[in-house]
C-alpha cells in the first residue's frame, strides 16, 4: 500500500493505493496521508488538490479492522486521534481539497471525504457510517462532521442504522455535490480544480479560512472575520492584478503565494 502524489497544471491528486483491501486505512498510511497534506499544503505551485482511492471499487472501506480488532482503549485513542489529526490537515490545507469518491467510502472513508471541502462521486458509489455493527461509534470525525453536512436527523439516521446509501441518496441529502459515470470521475475532479487553479490563490485561501468559520463561529463574529478577509485582500497583489485585467478585458495573471503551510501551524 502507498500514498502517491501526482502534480500536473498546479493540481495534486492524492491516491490512496491498496486497491486488494479496498484501500482501508491502518495507522502507518494515516501518518502517510498526514505527510502528504504537509506537502502539498507547503507547495507553493499547487493550487488545488484532489484526493481519491486506487481502483474502481473503494474510495476507502473504513479504518483497517484487522488492526482495529486487537486494540487497547488507549491504543484506540491515538488511532482515533491521528483519523482526527487527517481531517484537521485537509480542513486546515491552504488549498481547496475535492474528494472524488471512487466506490465505497465507508465508516473513515466517509468520515475522510467528509473533512474534503467538496466532495463528487461515481454512479456506483455507496456510503455508511457502519461503525455501529462492529461495536463502535465512528471515530474519526463522523459524529461532527456527518450532522453539520446532512443535518442531525439524516446523520442520525445514517449514523444509528448503519445503513449504506448509493450514489443518488447521497446526492439527494447533499453528502455529494455531483455524481458522474466512473469512467470520467477524474475529469470532472480535473476540471473543477482546474477551475479553481485560474482564480486567485490568495483569494480562495482566504475564502477556505472564512468558509471554516461557518462552521464553527456565531454568525456576527464569522461576519467579522470576514470583513477583516476581504480588507486583507486589499493589500495583495491580486486584487490589484484581477481588477486590472477586468477593465484591460485581458485573462487576470495571479501570483502564487510565496509561502503556504497548513493554516495554524505558524
Ligand atoms: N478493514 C480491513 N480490511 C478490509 C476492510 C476494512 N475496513 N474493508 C475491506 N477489507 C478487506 C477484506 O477483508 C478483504 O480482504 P481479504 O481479501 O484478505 O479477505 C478485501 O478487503 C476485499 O474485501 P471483501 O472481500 O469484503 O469485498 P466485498 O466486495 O465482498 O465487500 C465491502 C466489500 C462491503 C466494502 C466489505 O469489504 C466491507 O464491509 N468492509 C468493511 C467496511 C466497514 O465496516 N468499514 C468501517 C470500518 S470501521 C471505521 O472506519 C471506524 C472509524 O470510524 C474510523
Same mark, same amino acid.
Given at each position: 500500500m502507498s500514498i502517491d502524489t501526482n502534480m500536473s497544471q498546479q493540481i495534486a491528486t492524492i491516491t490512496i493505493n491498496n486497491p486488494d483491501r479496498l484501500? @482501508?486505512?491502518?495507522?502507518?498510511?494515516?501518518?502517510?496521508?498526514? +505527510?502528504a497534506f504537509r506537502a502539498t499544503a507547503g507547495d507553493a505551485s499547487v493550487?488545488?488538490?484532489? /484526493?481519491?482511492?486506487?481502483?474502481?471499487?473503494?474510495?476507502?472501506?473504513? @479504518?483497517?479492522?484487522?488492526?482495529m480488532s486487537t486494540m487497547s482503549p488507549e491504543e484506540a485513542?491515538?488511532?482515533?486521534?491521528?483519523?482526527?489529526?487527517?481531517? !484537521?490537515?485537509? +480542513?486546515?490545507?491552504?488549498?481547496?481539497?475535492?474528494a472524488a469518491i471512487n466506490g465505497f467510502a465507508l465508516g473513515g472513508g466517509c468520515e475522510l471525504a467528509l473533512a474534503c471541502d467538496i466532495r463528487i462521486c461515481s454512479t456506483n458509489a455507496v456510503f455508511a457510517?457502519?461503525?455501529v455493527g462492529l461495536g463502535i461509534p465512528p471515530g474519526w470525525g463522523g459524529t461532527q462532521r456527518l450532522p453539520r453536512t446532512v443535518g442531525k436527523g439524516i446523520a442520525s439516521d445514517l449514523i444509528f442504522t448503519g445503513r449504506r446509501?448509493?450514489?443518488?441518496?447521497?446526492?439527494?441529502?447533499?453528502?455529494?455535490? @455531483?455524481?458522474?459515470?466512473?469512467?470520467?470521475?477524474? +475529469?470532472?475532479a480535473s476540471v473543477m480544480a482546474r477551475?479553481? @487553479?485560474?482564480? !486567485?490563490?490568495?483569494?480562495?485561501?482566504? !475564502?477556505?479560512? /472564512?468558509i471554516a468559520r461557518s462552521q464553527d463561529a456565531h454568525p456576527s463574529s464569522g461576519?467579522?472575520? +470576514?470583513?477583516?478577509g476581504f480588507a486583507e485582500a486589499f493589500g495583495m497583489h491580486d486584487q490589484q492584478e484581477g481588477m486590472s485585467a477586468f477593465f484591460e478585458k485581458r485573462?487576470?495573471?495571479?501570483?502564487?503565494?510565496?509561502?503556504?503551510? /497548513?493554516?495554524?501551524?505558524?
Open positions: 484501500n @482501508a486505512l491502518d495507522a502507518n498510511h494515516l501518518e502517510g496521508l498526514l +505527510e493550487r488545488a488538490i484532489i /484526493l481519491t482511492g486506487a481502483g474502481e471499487t473503494a474510495f476507502v472501506a473504513g @479504518a483497517d479492522i484487522k488492526e485513542m491515538r488511532f482515533g486521534r491521528l483519523g482526527h489529526a487527517v481531517g !484537521s490537515a485537509i +480542513e486546515r490545507t491552504p488549498q481547496p481539497v475535492i457510517q457502519p461503525e446509501i448509493r450514489a443518488d441518496e447521497a446526492l439527494r441529502i447533499g453528502l455529494v455535490n @455531483a455524481v458522474h459515470e466512473q469512467d470520467s470521475l477524474m +475529469e470532472h477551475e479553481i @487553479a485560474g482564480n !486567485s490563490p490568495a483569494a480562495v485561501r482566504l !475564502s477556505k479560512r /472564512l461576519l467579522a472575520e +470576514e470583513a477583516h485573462k487576470p495573471v495571479f501570483e502564487n503565494e510565496p509561502h503556504l503551510e /497548513l493554516e495554524g501551524d505558524a
